[in-house]
């Protein structure tokens, strides 16, 4: 059977983009599609697509004639990393059970950025929703494509967008640091993400700013961040070793997202230190399932994702419906949960 044609063959024989591709295919040009591509290049690029048997998508044209109320839901996420995010995968389950509970149709898609840099999700193309929620952050052709050509309302999950629902982790956050400094640390660690994402430049921004308030041991010092779309293993190693394989190594760390925590907790054990009597673990960005599952239980910041879930479903269907939102930004609160993972070393024993 003949593989269907699609943008990026368009796109590779006209050697061209596939945004620059989607434009010049367009059933109407706008001012914007006019001035980037010119009537000639547009002409020459749809010549292409007839050749190669191109066929604009049938669900474009059902847009045309019906209203699609189905949503779709998008993960923007590295392909190695994909199967292990607990908080995507939280989410999948809350926008099922809402989407089930309201008799809505939903797609699940996932794409992979640092593999496609030129290519763009069907989902944002194909014409079988009506609007989308997009978690994760889309890079490349895809982000251009977000910002210019997208026709269709979308909803940004935990990233700042026109519309979007974020999670308010900054309360808890220095809820977690006031925890730390109470129980008597002082040498604290943060092992960081990438900050090319909202959370993680917040996370250490807001670390850095208590650690200074509260007279801690070099505070600088003790971050790691793990760069974006790399090795796991090899960047868990790394870090657990930033942070403890020098003299006066963490009394405590903090560790951004549930699956490097369980990285750092098992290196951390390895390495024949006990937590939390040797040193303090507080977890951030997890689940509750997953804290609660870890031995110790560990003291953690977590999301709301059936909330979270709920207001994203919500603000787009409203947008889907009238065109606007009242509330185009919405906070969600996070929530810090003490459990076993941290000793009070104010307590003399």
Sequence with gaps: MKARVGLKD??????????????????????????????ARREEIRQIAARMGYRTNAAGRILKSKKISDIGLLFFEETEQIRGHAGFTDLNIQVNRICRRNNIRYQLDWFDPIREPD???????????????????????????????????????????????????????????????????????LINGPKMFRRFRETERVFLEEATRYHWDEPEGRIFTIPPYDDFVKNSILAERAIFERPDFADAVLVVSGIQAKGILSLIHRRGLKVPEDVSFVSIATEDWETERAIPRLTAVEANHARLAEEAVSMLRELMETGNVRRPRVLIPEKFSI???VINRSVSF
């Design 339 to 341: 459990r076993d993972s």
């Design 119 to 189: 290519g763009i999700p069907a989902i944002l193309t194909d014409g079988l929703v009506g609007g989308v929620l997009i978690a994760g952050c889309p890079f490349g052709a895809s982000e251009r494509f977000l910002a210019e050509q997208i026709n269709i309302p979308f909803v940004r999950i935990d990233e700042e967008g026109q519309y979007c629902v974020l999670q308010d982790y900054i309360t808890p956050l220095r809820e977690a640091l006031a925890y730390l400094n109470a129980t008597g640390h002082r040498r604290v660690g």
């Design 10 to 39: 368009i796109a590779q024989e006209a050697g061209v983009s596939v945004v620059t591709a989607s434009l010049a295919l367009r059933d109407a040009p706008d001012s914007n599609t006019q001035a980037r591509v010119s009537a």
